[in-house]
Every structure is written in C-alpha cells, then in structure tokens.
C-alpha cells in the first residue's frame, strides 16, 4: 500500500544498486537530514534520467513511517556537478566528504548548517579550488557544527608553529592559502585523527 505523497529535496550522498531493477539513493534533506530512497531504474522506452551522487534534486515520495526506504515517485534534477569530473582528487574529496555525512547523519532531523555546509563545500571543489584544503576546512567545520571542542581541545592546544599552521588553514579563505601541498594532506592526517579518538564522528 502506497504512503503519503511528500516532497522532499536535497543532493543524492551515495548511489547504489538494489536489485535489478532499483537503485538505493541516500538523499541529504536540510529539513529531514540523512533519507534513504528507492528508485526504479528507467527503462530504454523512458525519456529519463536517473539521479547521481551529488546532485541536487527534487522528488515526489511515498512516505511510509516505520519504512527503511522511501519509494520515489517522480524526480526532478535541479543542478549536475558535472564539472567535479574535471578534477580526480576534488572528486575524491567530496566523495570521501560525502560517505563521512552518511555514515554519521542521523534519520528525520533538520540538517540545515551540514547541508550548507556541502553545498559550499561541492561549490569550492567546482570551482577547482585545493581539494584537500576544502576538505580539511569542511571536516574541521563538521566536527564544530556537532558540538565537539575541536578549536579549544585540539586547535589551541597546538604548540608553536603548528598551532599557526592549522589555523591558517581554518581561518584563512581558500584562494589565499599557500601551505605546499603535502603539508595539507599531513594536516589532515592529523585532523582525522584527532576527530577518529576524540569524537563519534565515523570519519
């Protein structure tokens, strides 16, 4: 028996197959946080397309409470990030950004700041922004979103240079960072770190 028609919008996290005929979607919503839709895949026949990871959509579901998977029934594409496939290690990034939000996102609660978040995270990327600092800075900004102590227990506790290292990276907007590249990535090594023992978030 068909739920409620809802509709509801946001970017598709992940993508996968469910079947042969179906494709899970796990679709960020600002109003309902992390949902997990099914998707039947179109036919030859059907002028439609469907849905990839990353964009941003518009859909009409049945909402069944109590139901692992909402069913799509229509879908709209409002925006492809089409130009994140001009850069393999910003496509890696957001990914990689991506899976850490589905892993950890709770079901039917208002996830307003972690969706603009993303939006201005995918943004950068496009824009051909450092991938790794954009990430650094996003991951950073999740965990203070969440409500852990990452500026006061780890950021501040930084001795000299470091401390300054990282929160040029913080503080400073992007176009101007000039850290070398393998700087960053051992920056964020640290930061995942920091966040894999010192909080919840599945990263």
């Known amino acids: 028996m068909a739920g409620a028609a809802v509709q509801v919008s946001g ?15 796990y679709l960020l919503s600002e109003e309902r946080g992390l949902l997990p839709l099914l998707m039947r895949r179109p036919g030859a026949k059907r002028n439609s397309t469907l849905p990839d990871i990353f964009d941003r959509v ?23 990030r089409t ?9 890696v990034r957001a990914s990689e950004f991506a899976l850490i939000l589905h892993r950890n996102l709770p079901r039917d609660i208002r996830a307003k700041g972690v969706y603009e978040l993303f939006e201005t995270a995918l943004e950068a990327w496009e824009r051909g922004l450092q991938p790794d600092i954009v990430f650094f800075k996003s991951l950073f900004l999740l ?3 969440e409500g852990y102590p990452i500026q006061q227990e780890w950021l501040n506790q930084l001795p000299d240079p470091s401390r300054r290292e990282a929160k040029s990276l913080v503080n400073l907007p992007v176009r101007d960072q000039t850290m070398h590249p393998k ?3 051992a920056w964020v090594g ?11 978030i599945l990263a």
């Open 190 to 200: 640290k930061l995942k770190h920091y966040i894999a023992h010192h909080t919840d």
């Open 83 to 91: 130009a994140l496939g001009a850069s393999y290690a910003a496509l």
């Open 183 to 185: 700087q960053v990535k």
């Open 11 to 25: 970017i598709i996290l992940k993508r996968e197959p469910s079947g042969e005929k179906f494709e899970r979607l």
């Open 143 to 145: 965990a203070r979103g």
């Open 58 to 80: 518009e859909f009409l579901v049945d909402d069944k409470p109590g139901s692992d998977f909402s069913f799509v029934r229509e879908a709209r594409i409002l925006r492809k």
